[in-house]
């Protein structure tokens, strides 16, 4: 296309209301003829969100490049089937750490180091040497947060100083907002949409889209309302709509007429293929079947925790015309297994630490003995270890050393180079590896392969001083490294489906390519509920 093309998507009012699906939906429209690459700039001073709570942050979405950054890059994969990098999600933590480097370089040559311009100079140019590396013909920014919050303020300079940096006709700004419907009243209200656009334009920056969000269609008074007092066109005043199923907004969109104002805008034109979509949505929209999954895990109070998880999971009902009703079971809990009963399959997902552990073995062990399909996901597969070490090889006091330190038979350990590790930021096995198949097992009647590439996050794993013992006893491990020293899948032969990998395949599943472990997980509970 030549000159690269920047859409920037800012959000106010409140937050969570859906950015990074709203950005990713944009892109997907644009995508079938154009390289769309998506930046996220998040005002947090950590330099990524590996070492947050996923109860206050949501899902932390690891890369194939090893990098932990925010879950909306989950959105943009599965949307746009690109492999996003690490350094296309930005930090405050991540920027401020480069100017005081730049600064103790000399880099300044002896300048007061301000706010303006340096900091937002280095914020533009890592988005002008992103457009360069990657030849991208749209790059897509999104701006997190609110406006108004501090934290963002100076992305939304550096966003603003685009306009003149690469002129009118190759930047559009989208920004999203709420539309709440007071009960009561049953009147769509647009004041908050006004006043978080006053506060967009105070910046400097003048919207070309405004996205609604609301849980109703908007009428045509409201947008037409919203048309005259923040001065965009009726037609550039969108719906977004809340919705059971996410893939629903691109069509949504694109029925509101979003992407012919793009293309006029940006002078570009690249027609969406939806055809395969509408599809996908409608059969994940009227199920001929119904399952019910628990997800047994401790971050439940959150379901953004298992973001990936519940997506990965929607491509599989989509995909079999089936409904999958989600059971969140917390671990934490006494009652674990009486919240099992009447589920067709068990997950549980990966997590850290020692609190609920045991009722996430007492949940396997469910699974192993009730014949209902399981899928352990990293840190639930080295407790299917551990609870069949403990239940079928006799080792009443197996552990992990995550958890006891003492355990007699650890046979889940640390791994070696984790040993003289002290920072926990970015120091575990991270991002994308190669697992080799054990051929004639199960695992390779899934994957068809004898080498796949799945992305990993951990710093436990299998200890190999155990391996040989509970092979003996019936589990086979049919996925490891290429010197066989990581074990990286687990099966059970005799078993409707039981099976656990040490990385995490929702981070690679998309709704026109389930991922093999999962789609052959749901259709064992399908089975099974039949």
């Known amino acids: 296309m030549g000159k690269t093309k920047y859409i920037v998507i800012t959000g106010g009012v ?44 949501g899902e932390v979405f690891v890369l194939d490049d090893g990098g932990e950054v925010d879950m909306d890059f989950g959105h943009y994969e599965r949307f746009l089937g690109v492999t996003c990098k690490s350094s296309w999600n930005l930090t405050m933590g991540k920027v401020f750490s480069e100017i005081r480097e730049r600064e103790r370089r000399g880099d300044y040559l002896g300048k007061t180091v301000q706010y303006i311009p340096h900091v937002t100079d280095l914020i533009k140019n890592n988005f002008f040497q992103i ?95 919203i048309s005259r007092f923040c001065s965009v066109s009726k037609e550039a005043v969108i719906t977004g709509l809340d919705v059971f199923n996410v893939y629903e907004i691109p069509l949504i969109f694109e029925k509101e007429g979003i992407s012919e104002i793009i293309h006029k805008k940006l002078g570009i034109y690249s027609p969406p293929k939806l055809s395969k979509l509408r599809r996908l949505v409608r059969q994940l929209a009227n199920p001929s079947k119904e399952i019910t999954v628990a997800i047994c895990g401790k971050y439940t109070k959150l379901e953004d925790s298992y973001i990936s998880i519940i997506e990965a999971l929607k491509h599989c009902g989509a995909n079999f015309s089936c409904n999958i009703n989600l059971q969140f079971v917390e671990t934490s809990n006494d009652d674990v297994t009486n919240s099992l009963n009447g589920v067709d399959g068990i997950i549980v997902p990966g997590g850290f630490g020692e609190r609920g ?156 390519e389930p991922d093999p472990m999962f789609l052959s997980f749901v259709e064992a509970c399908i089975s099974r509920m039949k």
Do not use: W
């Open 14 to 57: 409140l937050s969570g209301l859906g950015k990074g699906i709203a950005g990713a939906s944009v892109g997907y429209l644009l995508s079938s003829r154009l390289k769309v690459v998506p930046i996220k700039c998040d005002g947090y001073l950590n330099v990524d969100p590996g070492t947050m709570n996923p109860i206050e942050h």
């Open 357 to 512: 552990v045991e009722g996430k073995i007492k949940a396997i062990s469910y699974a192993r003995t009730h014949n209902i399909p399981y899928l352990g996901l990293c840190y639930g597969m080295q407790l299917a270890v551990i609870e069949y070490a403990r239940n079928i090889c006799k080792l009443s006091d197996a552990n992990t050393t995550e958890v006891d330190k003492r355990t007699p038979h650890p046979v889940i350990d640390l791994l070696p180079e984790q040993l003289s590790v002290t920072d926990l930021g970015g120091t575990m096995r991270l991002g994308g590896y190669d697992v080799h198949i054990k051929k004639g097992s199960f695992a390779h009647s899934l994957f068809r392969s004898d080498v796949i590439r799945r992305r990993f996050r951990h710093r436990y794993e299998v200890n190999q001083v155990y391996i040989s013992q509970l092979e003996e006893k019936g589990l086979v491990f049919s996925g490891y490294t290429e010197d066989k020293k990581i074990m990286q899948i687990l099966e059970l032969p005799d078993h409707p489906f039981f099976m656990g990998c040490q990385f995490h395949p929702e981070l690679t599943s998309k709704l026109t």
């Open 131 to 225: 457009a360069k590396e990657e030849k991208a013909d749209i790059l897509l920014i999104e701006v997190g947060g609110t406006v108004g919050d501090i934290e963002n303020e100076l992305y939304l300079e550096a966003v603003r100083q685009l306009y003149d940096d690469v002129g009118e006709k190759n930047i559009l700004y989208i920004h999203l907002t709420y539309i709440p419907i007071l009960k009561g009243a049953n009147e769509q209200k647009t004041k908050p949409t006004q006043q978080s656009v006053n506060l967009l334009r105070e910046r400097g920056i003048s919207p070309d889209i405004i996205i609604g969000r609301c849980k109703e269609l908007l009428d045509s008074h409201v947008k037409e309302k």
